[in-house]
């Protein structure tokens, strides 16, 4: 008799058991620390939110541990926990970091490259450096105020959001939102517009292949939203990577398209 199937089986029983109990021991950890923190046991609560992440890293988690940590006068420990979530994707940890964990200088130039004054400039450059990291944010405006360029380092991995030479798509890139775009959300209750938005982010590397995909939209549940990334996954061709001073890079891109909200109808396949 093959034993081999019996083993594999126990061992994915295992496996999800022990998953199942690392989520259980950081939820219960995570919700004594907001119990604490109501009742500004702040010390309490930076230990128990510590205690939750040693199980599991969790965004949610690192953004109280930041609020706690500030109120405790920990302002390295708010940063750090800051960006933490905010590289988890936490849009308003992201913005309090670069807000309240950062330094700007800014650089003014003409058209022949050469440092200029702020009343009369061709382009300027600002960089954004976080404090207690290697983090920054690096962008190029023109007079016109249109950005020329837009990156971002962190964890000393650069990412562009905007290149003189973005990727280009073998195809129309309309072709790509056409797969998508009859992926219909169905909600029981629904309120305004019957038209709403869906954004599709993902990570363009350097040899054209895509990774670190998402979708965002208030009215897409989450089982549409892995249906619209593996029907992405699989129509999807690879990109001519973006280029920055004739080098490819890593780029993060966004593809956006409405949907018109139908009551009770199940996602399509294709």
Not at 3 to 11: D, N, S, T, V
Not at 103 to 111: A, C, E, L, R
Not at 233 to 253: E, I, S
Request: include cysteine; aromatic fraction near 16%.
């Amino acid at each position: 008799m093959d034993l081999k199937p019996i083993y594999i089986i126990f061992f994915l029983l295992s496996f999800l058991n022990s998953f199942s109990q690392t989520i259980d021991s950081s939820s219960y950890y995570y919700n004594l620390g907001n119990d604490a923190t109501g009742q500004r046991k702040y010390l309490l609560a930076d230990s128990l939110y510590t205690l939750s992440l040693k199980y599991l890293r969790h965004p949610d988690t690192y953004f109280n541990r930041a609020n706690v940590r500030k109120q405790l006068g920990n302002t390295k420990g708010y940063c750090l926990d800051l960006g933490n979530a905010a590289n988890m994707r936490d849009t308003v940890a992201n913005k309090l970091f670069w807000k309240n964990c950062a330094t700007v200088d800014t650089t003014y130039y003409n058209d022949y490259h050469s440092i200029y004054s702020k009343k009369k400039f061709a382009y300027m450059d600002i960089t954004t450096k976080c404090i207690y990291t290697t983090d920054l944010s690096y962008k190029r405006i023109d007079y016109n105020k249109k950005v020329l360029v837009s990156m971002k380092v962190i964890n000393n991995d650069s990412i562009f959001y905007v290149t003189p030479s973005p990727p280009k798509y073998p195809e129309n890139e309309n072709n790509i939102i056409e797969n998508l775009k009859y992926i219909v959300p169905a909600e029981d209750e629904r309120k305004g517009n019957n038209l709403f938005t869906v954004f599709l982010t993902f990570t363009i590397l350097e040899n054209g292949s895509m990774t670190d995909i998402s979708v965002f939209s208030i009215y897409v549940k989450e089982k549409y939203d892995r249906q619209i990334i593996s029907v992405f996954k699989k129509y999807t061709k690879n990109w001519t990577p973006a280029k920055f001073n004739g080098r490819p890079v890593k780029y993060r891109k966004t593809l956006a398209w409405q949907v018109e909200y139908v009551k009770n109808i199940q996602p399509t396949t294709r």
